[in-house]
């Protein structure tokens, strides 16, 4: 089956500092990818979509110069969270999609942020 | 706009005992209908997909039924190994097009 690959698992970091998330397709290739956030005990809230080799569309609310997200491939995809703030801290999730859907919509295994 | 709604929020049951999931919906063109279970701090793993009104799917203790407003995931005879989040998202539009979630039903199941 598909896998998408998500690291890191865990992330801590400083407040002020930035951090990149990776998101791989193991066996496919990812033209769209999707990024979410998730709270605790909440559902998946899309941030942006981004397809291989355009910009990313975010969602409304969604800080772009703070989420920066790049697709410059159809196996990877990066979500930078830059100048963290404790109130970023989150669990992220990424989902991919093959061009005609054979994939489904496939998810990573996410990534926890906590800014200190 | 698209929105889905998943009942109850949550639910205990003994093992053994079966029950059903509802996940109601109002979406403009239904181009699929996705179940997942998300285990804690891990990432939704996929389940099933429905595309018509009628279709059923089914896996182990899992059968999934889609009617025009709504879908139910039927669990039977359900063990402790099955307690997780269970959530239902609707996509619209185009063939890569967004997925949008409910809030999902978390399951537990005492032994």
């Known amino acids: 089956g598909a896998v998408v690959s998500q690291h890191p698992s865990r992330v801590i970091c400083k407040s002020g500092t930035s951090v990149k998330i990776e998101c791989r397709s193991l066996?496919?290739?990812?033209?769209?990818m999707f990024w979410y956030r998730q709270f605790p005990k909440q559902s998946l809230m899309l941030m942006a979509t981004s397809n291989e080799g355009s910009k990313a569309t975010y969602e409304q609310g969604v800080e772009k110069d703070k989420f920066l997200i790049n697709h410059a491939s159809l196996t990877l995809s990066t979500l930078t969270v830059t100048s963290a703030h404790p109130e970023d801290s989150s669990f992220y999730i990424c989902?991919?999609?093959?061009?005609?859907?054979?994939?489904?919509?496939?998810f990573g295994s996410g990534t926890r942020l906590t800014v200190v | 706009e698209d929105q889905v709604t998943q009942s109850p929020e949550a639910l205990r049951l003994q093992e053994g005992e079966s029950s059903s999931l509802n996940c109601s919906y109002t979406?403009?063109?239904?181009?699929?209908l996705f179940w997942y279970r998300q285990d804690p701090g891990k990432g939704p793993e996929f389940l099933f997909t429905l595309y018509s009104a009628g279709e059923e799917k089914e896996k182990e203790r899992l059968k999934a039924t889609l009617t025009k407003k709504e879908s139910f995931l039927h669990i039977t005879a359900p063990k402790p190994e099955d307690s997780a989040t269970y959530l239902c998202a609707v996509q619209a539009g185009g063939a890569n097009s967004k997925l949008t979630f409910g809030k999902g039903i978390t399951l537990s199941v005492r032994p």
């Open positions: 989902s991919a999609r093959d061009f005609q859907g054979a994939y489904g919509y496939t």
């Open positions: 979406v403009s063109g239904l181009r699929g």
């Open positions: 066996d496919f290739q990812a033209t769209t």
